[in-house]
């Protein structure tokens, strides 16, 4: 922890079995917990105003430093004022460490025990991170919550490979806490470890040990069963230190928040609402509907009768399948809306349930309506 | 005239030289002019929700009759409640004929003194359209203002050309009007005749002595020169009926809006604002900027510093610059925000000018701002 006063608190209101809910306090601002991030890869959320992300009930979003750092670059960022600035948006912004987005878009990565080479998938240009770039990135941007660089090579069930990247990992761990000088923005550790039971332990004693303000959870949901994902999800959750934020990484569907909440995890991110909303699959209690198909060519019903968003208060199907099929585009943003509203909502619903007692009905009644499922 | 209660009635406020301001009372409530009335092609404004075309302030759209044909097709729109319904828009509609769409995108036309038939751009299907089948097709969309359907295949320098589409247009002008059922809904004539005085003096006395509820000028900045266009504007403005709402067609950039007006037109449709918006090229009082040019990398400054519009007041350009370049969904809405803001804006300072008997000189410092200009 750094030795000036904490760059964030976590305030609980009521636990539920593993469930938890309460406030948690960053220089920009409160965020009720259970949270869900919206993700605004360049600044943005895609296809949303700031004031739309605000209106849905968003109080954090989550923006990418690899992203950031190819456009307009962080030093264009920390000139205009930094990104909450940039974007327009007051409210917290948690950044990733980059790391991630380096494995998946960038090229030619060559990884050393001090950090990555890569070159960038825009210009081409050779670039490196280490735990200090990445830190010094974050904070040009402005970052409430920073992400330690880690090693996010590992494939997840190939046993060599996770130990590692979990070994690289907790080598950066003390790097990425000296790199920073900004004592008023937050960071998290990462626990990694793939499927394996004992690396994650490991992981998680070597991240607790270093110490952070908050701990998240990696490389869960990239390739591995749903039932090895729940397994580490139901491992993780209670063993994270109790009185800091536990967040779970790129996750996931609802059912996914469900069983995190269930485990005692408090904030999420995920491209899924918005990825799915531009894809015309949209959201409802009892599944996924793929908007693109003919049966909802006359249908006068909302996406969902439930549901008290703009969307549904005023889009038929009917009209959405037009707007999708036409290419218009307001068919992606009605898509992003609702998909978010949803989510949202489900968080609130999530935060109201436990503070009530009544999580595990809550959680129940989800999952059995969507086991009975809709067509799409 | 129809022998019911008249579908529109124009009510004068105030009139400045030939300018006027008034409010447009139709079925679906009241328009204050002149008006502009941004695009809505397949029921929706590209990009905007229809909420926030209400909070733009525009008090009437325009949806193409043609692309709502196609898709999802009127008997689909008619029973799901009609357009309004479909596209969650409340205030009043104007369609156009259809006729303008068939000869730009249609394929293989082929026009005769009855209508004309064509292979649609989607399907390739063969159609047909008559005034007979776009009145009914305006009439199932629900429109509140429809078009009489003209032959706008003139090109406006070739005098033969437009003397054939004038009097075909001539010819049709009775068939548009025996064919409305729906008596509350207005149906206006269109003026053609090119660039020639003889050609649209006559065109106008013809589609005036046929009587509508309102009068339109078409093939209005199709190709020939400012100075024909500044001509023609003249020279029919001040020659329609005073009593009607007169609307000239597709038109324009605001000079060409500021000219109009001075000539005593009221209504105004253009996809410019839409259309240069999603392009970057964003409006000012001083002229059209590019932002995606490299000087805006790093302006703090909104578009325009005396634009009171969320984009304005949210966003730099630098910020637009970089959603632009990255290609982010939420470049081209904010360029489509502020453009139409900006449309919207300019025609309530001419409405109020028109009441204070300052149109004169609203007009002459808007266009000395654009002559002053600035770089893009």
């Known amino acids: 922890m750094s030795d000036t006063a904490a760059p964030l608190s976590f305030e609980f209101l009521a636990t539920d079995g593993h469930a938890r809910t309460g406030r948690l306090h960053t220089r920009r601002g409160t965020v009720r917990t ?12 895609k296809g949303l105003f700031p004031w739309q992300v605000e209106e849905l009930g968003a109080e954090i979003i989550l923006a990418n430093t690899y992203h950031l750092h190819l456009r307009p670059g962080e030093q264009t960022v920390r000139r205009l004022g930094g990104v909450h600035r940039l974007a327009g948006w007051e409210r ?21 025990d001090d950090g990555v080479t ?6 081409g240009s050779e670039r490196r991170l280490t735990p200090e770039r990445s830190i010094e990135i974050q904070q040009a941007l402005g970052s409430d919550i920073m992400m330690a660089l880690d090693d996010c090579t590992g494939q997840p069930t190939d046993r060599d490979a996770a130990a590692a990247a979990l070994r690289r990992t907790t080598l950066w761990l003390p790097r990425n806490k000296a790199a920073r000088t900004d004592a008023t923005a937050a960071l ?23 110490g952070f303000d908050g701990y998240a959870v990696g490389g869960v949901s990239v390739g591995e069963g749903r039932e090895e994902v729940q397994r580490i999800v139901a491992l993780m959750g209670p063993r994270l230190p109790e009185a800091a934020p536990r967040y779970l990484m790129g996750m996931g569907r609802p059912e996914d928040i469900l069983d995190a909440v269930a485990a005692g995890f408090d904030m999420f991110d995920c491209v899924i609402p918005t990825r799915h909303g531009r894809n ?12 693109r ?43 992003t809306w609702h998909n978010l509203h949803f989510y949202l909502e489900l968080m609130e619903e999530i935060r109201e349930a436990i503070a009530a007692g009544g999580f595990a009905a809550l959680r129940a009644r989800r999952l059995s309506w969507l086991e009975e499922g809709e067509q799409t």
């Open 34 to 45: 259970p949270a869900f991030m919206p993700v605004g890869t360049a600044g943005s959320v």
């Open 118 to 123: 890569f070159r960038d998938h825009i210009e």
């Open 188 to 210: 998290f550790g990462i626990v990694q470890g793939g499927v394996f039971e004992d690396l994650r332990r490991e992981s998680l004693e070597c991240t607790v040990a270093e």
């Open 293 to 335: 198909n003919a049966r909802h060519k006359e249908d006068p019903e909302p996406i969902d009768k439930a549901c008290g968003c703009r969307v549904c208060r005023n889009f038929s199907r009917a009209y959405l399948r037009h707007l999708y099929v036409a290419g218009e585009m307001l068919g992606p943003l009605a898509g």
């Open 92 to 112: 917290p912004i948690l950044t990733d460490s980059g790391g991630y987005q380096v494995f998946s878009h960038g090229e030619r990565c060559r990884l050393d």
């Open 280 to 291: 015309a699959q949209v959201f409802t209690r009892r599944g996924i509907l793929n908007m």
